[in-house]
């Protein structure tokens, strides 16, 4: 971190040696920076902090005054260090909930700043089902998560889109009929259930309901063999073991777009690894 009190610790030595070519060299500045920082500070505080005459360098009356607040600045900016660490010495652990999909194709991007800038921060990593997300965040089992996030969060959570995929419908790549008339596979619940039903419901239709597996993989191993027609995020598909087995079909109209955010507690903004995780991941 950059020392804004430079000029302080400068004055202090000087205030105390009373010699210019001490201050300089213990200090390691020039003669004519120290010069140019006494100027500065006399001029900022329209009154002349040493008196220069042949008898050598005194404080002024306003010298000594001014060394007062000096030291009472520094010992509370030293305070405040101490109960704010400077965020480049931050240690702990940091527990990140993602979906299989997101670990893989978001995490190693969205927190390479994050371990890049906190190598002493531990990153305690769970996967699951991303309909858990954010019920995980909510009852404190993580203190970040990645997956899909709802138009609206609940007031004590803020998130930031990190990635927008589209929703596909996906079958069997060896399967006879097209398959957009069913049987489906759909998530059991969540927000791919939720975009689903409201496709279904502007298509005017009742989706014939093969399965309701947990989690997209699951989905896409029983699409794989022959069960129905699924509904999945493109992202989910791009990254699946199965997905040569795995034909997108064409739909009109087209679901919803789909967004992948991060997601904190609110209050947890006030934590310097929360705090520290949420500002390095500004860009995305």
Request: charged residues 25%; neutral net charge.
């Amino acid at each position: 971190m950059r020392d804004d009190h430079r000029e302080l610790r400068l004055f202090l030595h000087l205030a105390q040696s009373l010699n210019f070519g001490r201050t300089s060299l213990d200090c390691h500045v020039s003669p004519a920076t120290l010069t140019r920082t006494v100027q500065r500070l006399e001029a900022g505080l329209g009154r002349r902090l040493f008196d220069r005459g042949p008898r050598g360098v005194s404080l002024t009356a306003e010298g000594h005054r001014f060394r007062e607040y000096a030291v009472r600045a520094l010992e509370l900016w030293q305070a405040y260090r101490d109960d704010h660490p400077d965020p480049a010495e931050l240690v702990g652990q940091l527990s990140v909930f993602a979906t299989v999909t997101a670990c893989q194709a978001l995490l190693p991007d969205l927190l390479a700043p994050f371990r890049t800038a906190h190598p002493q921060v531990r990153l305690d990593l769970r996967t699951g089902d991303a309909a858990a997300a954010l019920a995980r965040l909510d009852e404190g089992e993580a203190d970040v998560t990645v997956a899909g996030i709802p138009a609206r969060l609940p007031e004590p959570l803020v998130g930031r889109t990190v990635a927008v995929t589209d929703l596909v419908l996906v079958t069997a790549r060896d399967r006879p009929d097209p398959g957009l008339d069913g049987p489906f596979v759909l998530p059991q619940r969540g927000l791919v259930r939720e975009a689903a039903d409201r496709w279904f419901r502007a298509r005017g239709t009742v989706p014939d309901l093969a399965c309701e597996p947990d989690g997209h993989e699951a989905l896409l191993a029983l699409v794989a063999l022959g069960c129905g027609t699924g509904m999945v995020p493109r992202i989910v598909l791009e990254h699946s073991a199965v997905q040569d087995r795995i034909a997108v079909l064409p739909a009109d109209p087209a679901p919803e777009p789909f967004p992948i955010g991060l997601c904190i507690r609110r209050a947890d903004l006030r934590r310097p690894l929360v705090a520290a995780l949420w500002s390095l991941t500004a860009r995305w």
